[in-house]
């Protein structure tokens, strides 16, 4: 065993496995300090079975189970998941009801795993339209894992990125009135400092899964130099390895942010003699 996700990993990674073969290759200077993942394609993973979609969504919390547990292992500082969006509304009443029972569910059974593992939990969103039962155990859940310092997870429930930006502007507005403030000395940081994520930093890599090259109203602010990752694999699908192989393919990036670095391997001039 050769790096420290070895051990990490040890007695839930086969010796010999895709897992185990996939660590070694992690470097664990370069981690993403804050991964946030597009959860998609648990409607067509249900289909595929003839299954009912709220069957894909089940599996669906097997993944956000798994991908939690390997995020904190990594040492990831922040994950992300696209739960339920503000267009998500608009889908059949019961399959709403299942997705906010499957969270109770996924709260109840995890909140005490997730103190254990010393795993923060917050949501992101509005929180008008979640009914009292949704609320209640989310703020259970916030004040539970108040004081954890590890992996902190935030579940985007009922949230828009559109939205998130209107409502930050409508507060620079209101405080620019009070303050008798010049918008001209309106800056980034007083937008960032107005969105459900003030504080954290931006998410260095966003996943997709299900193939789809979208963004689906996510984190539109903040994924404005985020690597891009999209897999074919279904959300329900989506392991331990599957995060793995996003974080490798994420280290080989070269992140310029607008700047311009040449590449190391390619010589400025060419065949000069
Ligand atoms: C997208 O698949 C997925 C969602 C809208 C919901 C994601 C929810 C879960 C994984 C369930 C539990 C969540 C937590 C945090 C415990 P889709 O239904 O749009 O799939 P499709 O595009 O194939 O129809």
């Given amino acids: 065993m050769s790096n420290d996700f070895l051990k990490d990993f040890e007695g839930i990674v086969d010796s010999g496995s895709r897992d185990e073969f996939l660590l070694r ?3 664990p200077a370069a981690i993403p300090s804050h991964i946030a993942i597009i959860m998609d394609g648990n409607g067509r993973w249900a289909a595929r079975r003839s299954l009912p979609r709220v069957a894909g969504h089940r599996a669906g919390a097997e993944s956000v189970r798994a991908t939690v547990e390997a995020a904190a292992r990594l040492g990831i500082r922040y994950l992300t998941l696209y739960a339920f969006s503000t ?3 608009k889908r059949p009443r019961l399959e709403v009801e299942a997705l906010m029972a499957l969270l109770i569910e996924f ?3 995890e909140v005490a795993t997730l103190k254990e593992n010393n795993i923060r939990f917050q949501t992101i969103g509005r929180d008008e339209r979640l009914d009292s039962v949704v609320m209640r155990e989310i703020d259970r859940a916030r004040r539970e894992t108040a004081a954890c310092t590890g992996l902190q997870l935030n579940v985007a429930l009922n949230y828009s990125g559109r939205c998130e930006i209107v409502e ?3 507060r620079l507005v209101t405080e620019a009135l009070v303050r008798n403030q010049n918008p001209e000395d309106i ?9 459900f994520t003030a504080g954290l930093p931006d998410p260095d890599l966003l996943i997709r899964t299900s193939g789809e090259m979208r963004v689906s109203n996510f984190l539109l602010w903040q994924i404005a130099y ?3 990752y999209v897999t074919e694999k279904l959300w329900p699908d989506f392991r331990r390895a599957d995060l793995f192989e996003a974080i490798i393919d994420f280290q080989k990036r070269d992140r310029r ?3 311009i670095k040449p590449a190391k391997t390619e010589p400025l001039v060419a065949n000069m003699k």
């Fill in 107 to 109: 709260i109840r059974k």
């Fill in 25 to 27: 290759q992690l470097d």
């Fill in 226 to 228: 985020s690597e891009i």
């Fill in 187 to 195: 800056t980034e940081h007083d937008i960032e400092r107005n969105l």
């Fill in 87 to 89: 267009e998500n509304w």
């Fill in 168 to 170: 930050a502007c409508r």
């Fill in 257 to 259: 942010y607008g700047d």
